[in-house]
């Protein structure tokens, strides 16, 4: 075996030595003390390269030889040159050599077979899960291979290289290996090198496995070395089965472990007393009947008989079909035949449930009773708990508890991991543990999070350490996989609804089930899917699957993220975007589920319409099918709603077919009548035809605007509720297709306007499309504002729908930061308001809104003295206000956002704390009589993270952010796709990031950063020019790159601060009259500066600073009362001065100085503070120090 290298001249040759295991772990590996010493500092690097390497090698052996054996082997390394062992620094590939070396090592030591060729050379990069990854000098890697055989002519030998690698070999070079005997055979995985070695000898798999833990699957009988915690059930069921029971059904909840406690606690066990036992496992849905799946027990070359069937001459078709119809005919004769043999027969049926969701009649079980009681063959079959009613009496009943002692869930968490040679930081499995006791589906969630925690400690430097980080990067245990699924669908959030639709069914009594989904089908109607569907595979959150000949599936692995608890609340459940996804639809998903079988047989019958109508939906079916077809948003997939309209197409056929049949019998009888009287009346009869026509087409007409009207009058209420992001959406599409279509009725300009209005609410509601979305529907609204012209003479009602159209507008322009267009649409709101005689309350209300938008945009460009005042000034007119008691919450909501504002704009923060505490008090009051009210939870949200910004005291400061946080995060779980939301989570993740770091838990502050890297990654995704987040986002930058420093990572802090710079610019060029981005784009400024300055590179900081302090002048000159800003341009001149003068710049430094001392001055006449005094005193003692005069002040 040779490790092709960079260097043609020579290659490394792999020694093993196998040294006896003292432990449990399966595969465990050491480096020789020669390599030790060449190694040096790669040691920890070439070290975990074979560490990887010798686990996927491990994966290729077949189960049953994982299953029997352990191995602990030492790596040693020659050069076929004498040369040094010298790798280079990530030398990745070498990995495909370490591992096809140790799996040829393995094969050895079981003695099995070895390869007939001698001569053996590979290079490419492996991952755990053995696939094969692209390497560089792939072309001088090969000629070292050639170098290497001179030393052998004529003889054969073969060179493994990655797949990925094809396109960069030189053809020449190929040619010339093949004509010296050799054989270039390129892999994606390590299984296809060793089966191109071994050939027919090859007995391992071939499955791209990681040796880690098993996630969503379930347990298989050959896991059993690394199946802990459930010892006592395990023995409980073995005395079960040796009391002899024919039938046993295993039964408990979803996540219980009921397949994993049969197939890897009760077979191993039994292989052990029963080295001959004879078992098959299969599961329902994996055949499109009971027939199919009887049919694979029976012909199953492990645990089957057709072979003795075929003896008897009795087909195997059709003993399943007297097996399914109860019939004992040939049961005693085969029963006399498996006795004669002595073995135990074992058939296990998985998930037995499934067969209830497709009959909920079946009477298989009955019939597996019937076979069990007569013939040796045992049948277990696990089920869930809410399905053991429709079971009756058959069998002996074993019930798996989800709840394991505290002893148990240590087991599983530590003796796992010792068995995958994997290690946890000290109190990670007592942390793990003590949330898995307080969890009903903890089994499932254990080992999910322990899979994940392996996969992100892969991408480490300590690929073998648990830690205590990657636990809460993971959300911990409790939301470990919803919020796997959660970040994976929110990314598709257009797709959402038609990936539930395809993967869940309800049944007619309610229970959900994951549907088996036929893959290839799904690529091929659905290729839009396919994208999300890989993801989940990717996390094992989806199985994909094949039986035998039969196509692919792919199925949701567990249950546990479908299983909702109906006396719980929706924050409680296991996946609250499910539960409300399901409680929307699950009167249709029980409809469709009665359905489905006809819809199944419809599809299969496209090519033939005549077909097809035979399995059309009936009278009744399709009274419930046209009511879920007519409610927007309930249906996702098109070939359900074609299949609905073409039954109501066929319905209406079938009713006109009937009504000709009449009236031709009709005609029959009177015919003689008819053509005596016909001609005398034919041009009346002509005439009333076409007057009948036009009123028809009339009364359509008036109808259809009828139905508009409704539409907009039972719509209009619903925009006042606060609905989930994902109703919005579809509310948003359900306005577009009705706006579309009203071109051609009679409605009047205003109620199209009413329409238009509608429109721009729910825009501005919702917070998850694509900002190029929002733009088109935009302009749609836009182009049709331009055809109403009858809006000139307009009454006082509808001048109020213009006030409040011109409002909404203007507030969805200032959301996505077009604050010039929002004004003038501002502007137009009040001059229409002005024109209304008598102004209602509703409208006194709008006009202060619209005055309070206008104010705030007026501050964001400077303009904040007047503005402030004028904000004053409406809050002592609200304070005036005597309105009945239904426009409190209105007036309040005003109150707020005023005072909001004027605190955020205050020349200190000692001013803007009363005020944003007073707008607590108010949002706190309301909460109190409507606890629930989420839009009043994010004001309180956002008043939070203002005191904590406010706040002087770290401590109430971090306590206001905690608790922003607990309610972004109950939002979040109502309304997971709500922005504005995210927003929040995205500033709160930075904000408790920098307090871990300041507390020096750097663990838990990357955990708080990488969930804001992976929100500020989606919402860029939405809109990289949206100047909320990308100022958020940009403080985040600023924060990681702080955390570098702590952790002395100067490269990667300097990364993150450059991107903090240019994330700033972004929104300074935007706006550059906003002096909120100026501030952060200076206080970047200075961090970087600090940074640059305790790194030594003090002219660096000195650069660096200046541009901070050009922009704290802006501000100053901009707004002269803001202490904040003066005492940020006061720290700028002392810092510069410090720095020049550290340079022995004496002249720059008086200059600094100087200039902060004419400032403190000024300031301190009018501000008298500690502060400023102290600071004074510092300016003027460097100004005397360096004998400073005032000449040198410019």
């Not at 790798?87 to 140790?102: F, P």
């Not at 195997?316 to 007297?322: G, L, N, P, R």
């Not at 989800?402 to 040679?421: M, Y």
């Not at 609905?644 to 005609?667: A, D, T, V």
Request: aromatic share 8%; glycine share 4%.
């Amino acid at each position: 075996m040779h490790i092709l290298l960079s260097d043609k001249r020579y290659t490394y040759q792999p020694k093993f030595r196998f040294i006896k295991p003292k432990d449990q772990q399966k595969v465990k590996v050491k480096l020789s003390n020669n390599l030790v010493l060449a190694f040096g500092y790669k040691l920890t690097e070439q070290l975990n390269y074979f560490t990887m390497a010798a686990e996927a090698a491990f994966m290729t052996l077949n189960p049953l030889d994982r299953q029997k054996n352990q191995f602990f082997i030492e790596l040693d390394l020659y050069c076929d040159e004498q040369e040094t062992i010298n790798l280079q620094a990530e030398s990745t590939s070498v990995g495909l050599g370490y591992s096809l070396g140790v799996a040829l090592a393995y094969r050895n030591h079981l003695d099995k077979h070895e390869p007939l060729i001698e001569h053996i050379f590979a290079t490419g990069e492996v991952s755990s899960s053995g696939n094969v990854h692209g390497v560089g000098h792939i072309n001088e890697k090969i000629m070292g291979a050639l170098h290497s055989m001179q030393k052998h002519p004529n003889q054969a030998f073969t060179v493994f290289v990655p797949s990925a690698n094809d396109s960069d070999i030189m053809p020449a070079l190929v040619d010339e290996l093949i004509s010296k005997g050799g054989t270039l055979c390129s892999v994606e995985h390590i299984s296809q090198a060793i089966q191109a070695l071994l050939s027919h000898d090859f007995d391992g798999s071939v499955a791209a496995e990681a040796l880690t833990f098993k996630g969503l699957c379930s347990f298989d009988p050959y896991d059993a070395f690394y199946f802990f915690g459930r010892e006592k059930q395990i023995a409980d069921l073995h005395s079960l089965y040796h009391e002899g029971p024919s039938l046993i059904k295993v039964h408990g909840v979803s996540g219980s472990g009921k397949s994993s406690l049969i197939k890897a606690g009760l077979l191993p066990e039994l292989l052990k007393e029963q080295p001959n036992l004879k078992w098959h496992i299969a599961a329902p849905r994996q055949f499109n009947n009971s027939h199919e799946l009887l049919t694979d027990f029976v012909s199953s070359s492990d645990a089957g008989f057709s072979v003795l069937l075929s003896m008897l001459e009795i087909p195997i078709a059709q003993f399943v079909d007297s097996l399914l119809n109860q019939n004992t005919t040939y049961l005693d004769e085969i029963s006399a035949h498996l006795s004669a043999h002595k073995a135990q027969y074992i058939w296990f049926i998985d998930q037995f449930e499934e067969l209830y969701d497709l009959d909920l009649n079946s009477q298989v079980l009955r019939s597996l009773s019937i076979l069990s009681d007569i013939t040796p063959i045992t049948v277990i079959v696990s089920i869930r708990s809410e399905y053991l009613h429709y079971t009756d009496m058959i069998g002996h009943d074993f019930y798996v508890t989800h709840s394991l002692s505290a002893k148990s869930w240590i087991n599983i968490i530590e003796h796992q991991s010792i068995a995958l040679g994997l290690s946890l930081e000290p109190g990670l499995a007592q942390t793990i543990q003590t949330e898995a006791l307080k969890l009903s589906h903890g089994l499932p969630a254990v080992e999910y999070l322990l899979t994940q925690m392996h996969g992100l400690a892969i991408k480490t430097e300590e690929p073998k350490q648990l830690t205590h980080a990657q636990y809460l990067h993971l959300n911990k245990l409790t939301g470990v996989i919803y919020k796997q699924a959660e970040r994976i669908l929110s990314q598709h959030e257009q797709l959402t609804e038609q990936f539930f639709e395809l993967f869940i069914g309800v049944n007619l009594n309610g229970n959900s089930y994951a549907k088996h989904v036929d893959f290839t089908v799904l690529l091929q109607n659905y290729p839009h899917l396919k994208e999300l569907v890989n993801e989940l595979i990717e996390k094992q959150l989806i199985i994909r699957h094949q039986v035998h000949k039969s196509p692919p599936y792919v199925k949701l692995t567990h249950d546990c993220l479908i299983t909702i608890a109906e006396d719980l609340s929706l924050d409680q459940q296991i996946w609250p975007r499910f539960y409300i996804w399901l409680s929307d639809k699950k009167s249709y998903l029980q409809w469709f589920h009665g359905i489905e079988a006809k819809f199944i047989l419809w599809k299969q019958c496209l090519n033939s319409i005549q077909e097809q109508q035979a399995y059309t939906l009936s009278k009744y079916e399709l009274h419930e099918g046209a009511k879920y077809l007519s409610q927007p948003g309930t249906i996702s997939l098109q070939e359900v709603r074609n299949y609905i309209m073409q039954s109501q197409q066929g319905y209406q056929s079938s009713l006109e077919l009937q009504n000709k049949s009449q009236k031709r019998q009709l005609i029959s009888s009177s015919i003689l009548f008819s053509i005596a009287f016909g001609s005398a009346v034919f041009a009346y009869i002509q005439k009333q035809q076409i007057q009948k026509e036009q009123l028809k087409t009339s009364n359509a007409l008036s109808s259809l605007k009828e139905t508009v009207l409704v539409n907009i009058d039972s719509l209009e209420p619903l925009l006042t509720q606060y609905l989930p992001t994902y109703q919005r959406k579809y509310l948003n599409q359900h306005l577009t297709e009705l706006i579309e279509s009203v071109d051609d009725l009679p409605l009047t300009d205003v109620d199209k306007l009413r329409l238009l209005l509608m429109r721009i609410k729910t825009l501005r509601q919702d917070d998850s499309s694509h900002i190029s979305t929002i733009k088109e529907a935009l302009n749609a609204v836009q182009n049709k504002l331009t055809t109403l012209t009858k809006l000139a003479s307009q009454s006082s009602a509808q001048t109020q729908v213009i006030v409040e159209f011109n409002y909404q507008l203007g507030a969805l322009l200032l959301k996505h930061g077009e604050s010039d267009e929002a004004r003038r649409y501002f502007t137009e709101a009040l001059r229409q308001a002005d024109t209304l005689t008598e102004k209602s309350k509703h409208i006194t209300l709008l006009v202060m809104k619209i005055s309070i938008k206008l104010n705030i945009i007026a501050m964001n460009s400077g303009d904040v003295i007047p503005a402030r005042a004028q904000l004053n000034e409406l809050l002592t007119n609200l304070n005036k206000l005597s309105f009945p008691q239904k426009f409190e919450q209105n007036i309040n909501n005003l109150k707020v956002d005023i005072l909001r504002s004027i605190a955020l704009t205050s020349d200190s923060n000692s001013q803007a704390t009363p005020l944003l505490l007073q707008a607590k008090a108010v949002l706190e009051k309301q909460l109190h009589n409507d606890p629930n009210h989420l839009i009043l939870k994010y004001n309180l949200l956002r008043t939070y993270i203002n005191l904590a910004e406010s706040s002087r005291d770290k401590t109430k400061s971090y306590n206001y952010y905690e608790s922003a946080n607990e309610i972004a995060h109950a939002y979040a779980i109502k309304d997971p796709d709500n922005i504005h939301i995210q927003v929040a989570q995205l500033l709160l993740s930075t904000r408790l990031g920098k307090r871990s770091v300041a507390k020096k838990q750097l663990d838990k502050a990357q955990a708080y950063f990488i969930t804001g890297m992976e929100i500020a990654k989606k919402l860029n995704q939405l809109d990289s020019t949206n100047i909320d987040w990308l100022g958020h986002t940009t403080e985040l930058y600023s924060a990681y790159a702080n955390y570098y420093v702590k952790a002395n990572s100067p490269s990667m802090s300097m990364k993150y601060y450059q991107r903090a710079i240019e994330t700033a610019r972004k929104l300074v060029d935007q706006n550059e009259n906003n002096l909120q981005f100026a501030n952060l784009l200076q206080s970047i400024y200075s961090e970087v500066a600090n940074h640059l300055y305790n790194s030594g590179k003090k002219q660096s900081a000195i650069e660096y600073f200046e541009k901070a302090k050009t922009i704290s002048s802006m501000l100053i000159q901009k707004q002269p009362n803001n202490i904040n800003y003066k005492t940020s341009h006061r720290k700028k001149l002392f810092n510069l001065g410090y720095i020049a003068a550290e340079l022995q710049q004496n002249s720059t430094a008086c200059n600094y100085f100087l200039s902060g001392q004419t400032l403190a001055k000024k300031h301190i006449i009018n501000n008298p503070s500690t502060d400023w005094v102290k600071a004074l005193d510092k300016f003027s003692y460097r100004v005397t120090a360096l004998k400073c005069s005032k000449t040198q002040e410019h």
